[in-house]
């Protein structure tokens, strides 16, 4: 079996700049080998909170350890277990390919054999073995965010945090991306992915946190999250003529709310299998003929506009 | 997944940071054109317009050229780098690594000093070559291009540590600086003929120390007692180094 445990502790983690609380008292915990997502809109506080696990900003308060290691009092020692791959970041664009991911893996300390010896792999992995001589300018963005994965793979680390790895990339590219994450997590490696992508987050993610103006508002598995909001499953309904009134539908017991366009119709329920029979009764009872019919579960997209508006609403009342 | 280097807060990884840096900055800043431009332009056309029109035997400007050269070139190169890294957004990957802030400046000035004594060796030679000029002592030539370098390098360092949106705009506060300190560092002039306001600013210039020390070394006089000058520049590295530092922490993770 596994050997499993936390491999970063979240401890009451905060940061305010120049008054205003950017990340405010959050505290979590990740498995090693999890691939943990970190979904927030813009603004949340996703970045500010990895610059603060990866040593680039001191938190105003709180902690984190790093396979035990304090991010505060053992900067250098719990930095030595990471990569980071900011969002905005670059590679040195007027050194190769070659060059850029040999002075990452020096900065680690990695002997010379074993670097050359990595880096080849790395290359061949992500498919830079022929532009290993190109300069770094030369390269298009999706390959330099591969390049940027090469050179922080390179020293092998325990966590690897992508902040918006995505972000402005091609299908093409960002496909390729996600084949790579999902790669290193089945070879065991630790991902702290943030994105306010919800479709990269349910492909990718095995458990996933969401942060909205700098508070953890949920945190669980995709399938749990959804659960947790068992209001927002609905039965959707597409009627060929006539269709049956929102408030026929409204009546039907477990059925929270329903919204109607045309012949198209969804009702919210706790229930939908219950709801979705009962409004085929109906229908059938009126003559009314249904084209198709389903029911579905809320969508991550959904659970995250879910708990980000829950959390605006609490905030006016 | 593997931990090469289990203890990171040891000396000889640091150091081996500090060479890490080091290289990468000869790599990417040393023939950048604010390098070139600041670094070995300047002091040319500085001296050109010195020279031109002054009834000055050339072997007495060789001293002068050599300290600006080194003021000018040493100086150049700090305040290129992390404003540049900024801009580029690569300083933010950098101060993600293991190594550490301390590791990360003392590569930078060690980037400037070798940049700078490298530099500040050409009118040496020219100097020997083009005119009457001999090098009395080369101890004091080495301990001012070495102390002044180093001294100088860290002045450029520590300018580069304010969060500019612009290498331009760095370049132009290390300027503001450079420039007046070159004027009241005996130079153009000796100290002891500038006016006396001015020699109250010349000992708050590293320059000045510099300057004497290498004028001592081709058999001028100075206007320091020489002891004073080796120490003074290592009070002023010291000074600059532990700015560099504070600054540099302070503001390290300002506008990336």
New interface residues.
Partial sequence: MANVHNIIEVKCLSKIFNGTNAVKNISFSIESGELFGFLGPNGAGKTTTIRMLAGVLKPTDGTALIQGHDICSEALKSRAHIAVVPEEANVYLDLSVWQNIMLMADLYGIPRNQRTHKAVELLDALGLSNRRQHKARTLSKGLRQRLMLCAALVSEPEILFLDEPTSGLDVQSRQMIHKIIRKLNGDGLTIFLTTHNMEEAEKLCSRVAIINEGKISAIDTPDRLRSAIQARQYVEVVFSDKKLSAQDVKTLSGVSSVDSTDNFMRAYTETPGKTATEIACLAKSRDIKIEQFGTRKPSLQEVFLYFTNHDKKAAIQ | ?????????SWR?QV??TF?IL??NI??YYLKPPVLIFGVLFPVFFFLAFKMGRPITPENIVPGMVAMALWFTASSVGPLVTPWERR???Y?????????LQAIIAGDILSGVIFGACLSIVPVILGLILTDAAVDNLLFLIMGIIFGAVSFSSLGVLLAAPPASSPSNIMLLSNLVRLPLLFVSGIFIPISQMPFWARWIAPISPLSYAGDLVRASFGQSGYFPLWLSPLMLVIFTAALMLGAYIFHRRW??KG?
């Fill in positions: 997944m593997t931990v090469y280097v289990e203890n990171t807060n990884f081996h940071g890490v290289r990468k790599l990417l580029a957004k690569t933010e990957r950098l101060i993600a690594t293991p190594v550490s390290r993770a990336l």
